[in-house]
């Protein structure tokens, strides 16, 4: 047989299994949902609530990837510039999305034109919490001592210039009041040292504190959503008092730009599927997580809003990072 012949052949095989391949409908492979903050946070603990779900819903494994990293920018910037195809999504916080352009020089990606908004899953407000016998049990308690050390009482955070560490810095504007921030590499490690008494306060999300709460591991001191939360009605707002003291962290998937609306349309119909589960609502309404719909469109502008301002907060707190 010529070599000719016997290459031409050997290319034409190529082509068709290549295009084989590329012909496989959406989804054919296990998809990566990018989670870019440590375990133990909001979007980890939402991730791995709907991932089964999502997957059943999908036709296709769905397998939780934590890319934690500089405020969440290191996972955020992997899936900006992953494969456009559908595999790698990312579910992400708006104090990832929507602050870290303010707090960053360069965060590495452009939150609006990088991503395309699949999906708002929920929202939910962050919680004052302080170790059991702590001496603060109320925001009043709180304030007053600041008041009365001002710079020695001290606060841990999720890390500098998330949402637990400007609500902080919110509530030492609001309340006249200078409570020191100590920033940590996740939520997860804040609490460790509150329940461990290195530090007596924190602002955490609600469903990574909850779980404590109820068991009587933290005292809960009040909450930053303007109205109490259905999932523990009995803790009082900061806005009850300092009405303009009021943030909470949404949870939402994205893709990267660039991903086909037949493929943003599968991934949109499977998630209404896992959101309709009454056992999967269940559990994220346990976490503190307010379900309200919202629309792809609705969650860009929401995205542009929070962005303009939190770019405020940050700049009067004066945080700002490399």
Request: with cysteine.
């Amino acid at each position: 047989m010529h070599p000719k012949f016997i290459s031409f052949v050997a290319v034409l095989l190529g082509a068709l299994i290549s295009f084989g391949l590329h012909a496989q409908p959406y989804p054919h492979k296990p998809i990566s949902l990018v989670v870019p903050q440590a375990a133990g946070g909001t979007n980890d603990i939402v991730a791995r609530l709907i991932a089964p779900a999502f997957g059943e819903s999908i036709g296709a494994s769905v397998v939780v990837e934590n890319r934690p990293g500089a405020g969440g920018n290191i996972g955020t910037q992997s899936v900006a510039r992953s494969p456009k195809d559908g595999y790698t999504l990312l579910l992400t916080i708006n104090s990832a999305q929507a602050i870290n352009p303010a707090l960053y020089k360069n965060p590495g990606f452009d939150p609006v034109n990088d991503f395309v908004p699949l999906y708002y899953v929920g929202a939910t407000p962050y919680v004052l919490v302080s170790p059991p016998g702590s001496p603060y049990k109320t925001l009043a308690e709180v304030v007053a001592a600041a008041k009365k050390r001002p710079g020695e009482l001290s606060y841990a955070s999720a890390g500098n210039g998330t949402i637990s560490h400007l609500l902080g810095a919110m509530l030492n504007t609001s309340a006249g009041i200078d409570m020191q921030h100590i920033p940590y590499k996740g939520v997860a490690p804040a609490i460790n040292d509150v329940l461990g008494g290195q530090v007596p306060l924190a602002f955490a999300s609600l469903p990574s504190a909850l779980n404590y709460i109820k068991a009587g591991k933290l005292q809960a001191i009040a909450i930053s959503s303007a109205k109490r939360s259905s999932a523990a009605p009995e803790i009082p707002t900061i806005a009850e008092t300092y009405p303009d003291c009021v943030g909470e962290v949404w949870v939402a998937i994205f893709a990267p730009s660039g991903i086909s609306p037949e493929i943003t349309k599968k991934v949109q119909i499977a998630m209404d599927k896992v959101m309709a589960r009454a056992d999967v609502r269940e559990k994220l309404t346990a976490q503190g997580l307010d379900l309200q719909p919202v629309n792809p469109n609705r969650l860009m502008n929401l995205l542009k809003e929070e962005l303009a301002k939190w770019a405020r907060i940050v700049k009067a707190s004066g945080a700002q990072l490399d």
